[in-house]
């Protein structure tokens, strides 16, 4: 068609991977991993994302797959977690991409390498799970701030808007030639502008960079697809914990912090729909939203942050706030805009007694509070009163009773 046409016209294809660079003209980071699927092919690959994927993860996963194909590479998308939010569940439907949802007696050591995306090990269980089965991180490509939880053969960590944005220039450069013809291109297409645009405040804080890759999308993708995900319907479970975000909120300087007691794991993604939404109250630049979220006998703090204002820095925030584990993993961490915090329960996790659970939260709730209301320089409110509840009087899991989970 005319319009991929005038594409393969925009960057010149990579004809040639097996040339090693010379000092005076290095290899561009789409030509290395050419390179090193090249130097792969026949393999297959594990293509890892973080415990609750979203669109950037999950869009960036899409196009290695169909990327690494063209080197005879064939992948699998992995994840271990859940994905709850409504328009991460309508991307995956709408599109129709196959992913693997790890369980119990999934066969790791089919993989002979690990592809981690939007990620650098630190938010994905199956980290350690290949890594007990002797399966090597081949491929990083993320976003977020260089951490050194794994090492790989390449590694392409930048300071970006979007994992969709790297991949996308990688496109852009020749290693999959999009064609509007091809279903699925069109919807990788669709996938990765949704995935630029959640990352971005739907572009309002893009820069050049994803700018120029939505630009490049657009010729491709299928705008009404990408209206049906962005319209998918907040459940129930999720107003429910806006609700509660809502009732327990108290802003201090501009800041709203909100705890929302205990969330079923499906309900995670309800922690950051909250803040967004709290943060659109007047007068409020930061909106930061925490829970407990509850899996079998596993617990964790899980929170979110967001910011409008442009002189804070989350990554900085989160980080001196909540400080650090002993083997110094930070719980917290982010880029512009937005944050998140991971706090493991640990020993005090699975307690079933009624009394013990609204004193564990009213422990955590307290002590992550009063971090927080430290980093931002205020003193801490007078202890307040009772664990959140739902209406019928229930601990609040997300809207729905304890035994439900």
Not at 134 to 162: C, S
Not at 370 to 375: D, E, G, P, R, S
């Amino acid at each position: 068609m005319e319009g991929d046409t005038d594409m393969s016209r925009e960057r010149k294809p990579l004809t040639d991977v097996s040339t090693k660079a010379s000092s005076a003209h290095p290899m561009s980071r789409a030509a290395e991993l050419a390179a090193l699927l090249e130097a792969h092919r026949g393999e297959r690959h594990a293509i890892v994302m973080q415990d609750y994927p979203d669109p950037d993860a999950i869009s960036a996963a899409w196009a290695h797959k169909l990327i690494a194909a063209k080197f005879g590479v064939d992948c699998d998308i992995i994840y271990e977690g859940r994905i709850s939010h409504q328009e991460n569940l309508a991307l995956v439907q709408l599109t129709e991409l196959e992913m693997v949802r790890y369980a119990d007696g999934y066969h790791l050591d089919q993989y002979q390498g690990t592809v981690f995306v939007d990620n650098q090990g630190t938010t994905a269980a199956l980290t350690d799970r290949f890594t007990a089965v002797g399966v090597k991180p081949l491929v990083i490509v993320d976003h977020h701030e260089k951490q050194d939880r794994i090492q790989a053969e390449f590694t392409d960590i930048r300071q970006i808007g979007a994992t969709a944005t790297i991949y996308t220039e990688y496109i852009r450069e020749g290693l999959l030639d999009l064609k509007k013809s091809e279903p699925s291109h069109v919807k990788l297409a669709t996938a990765l502008i949704h995935g630029i645009r959640s990352e971005t405040l739907g572009l309002i804080r893009a820069r050049a960079a994803e700018l120029e890759a939505a630009s490049f999308l657009s010729r491709f993708a299928d705008f009404s697809l990408l209206e049906d995900i962005l319209s998918a319907k907040r459940s129930k479970q999720v107003m429910d914990v806006i609700r509660l975000a809502l009732e327990n909120r108290e802003i201090r300087e501009s800041y709203s912090i909100s705890g929302v007691g205990f969330l079923r794991s499906e309900d995670r993604d309800s922690i950051p729909q909250a803040a967004d939404f709290l943060l659109t109250e007047e007068n409020v630049h930061t909106a930061i939203v925490y829970g407990i979220i509850l899996k079998g006998d596993r617990e964790m703090v899980v929170g979110s942050m967001r910011t409008t204002k442009v002189t804070l820095n989350p990554d900085e925030f989160l980080k001196e706030a909540l400080g650090a584990t002993e083997t110094g993993r930070y719980y917290g961490g982010g880029r512009r805009g937005a944050g998140g915090f991971e706090i493991a329960i640990g020993f005090l996790a699975g307690i079933k007694d009624d009394e013990l659970v609204r004193m564990k939260w009213r422990l955590y709730d307290e002590l992550i509070k009063k971090k927080l209301l430290a980093k931002i320089g205020v003193a801490p409110p007078a202890i307040k009163s009772e664990t959140p509840r739902t209406d019928t009087g229930a601990l609040p899991t997300g809207g729905l009773r304890m035994e439900e989970t």
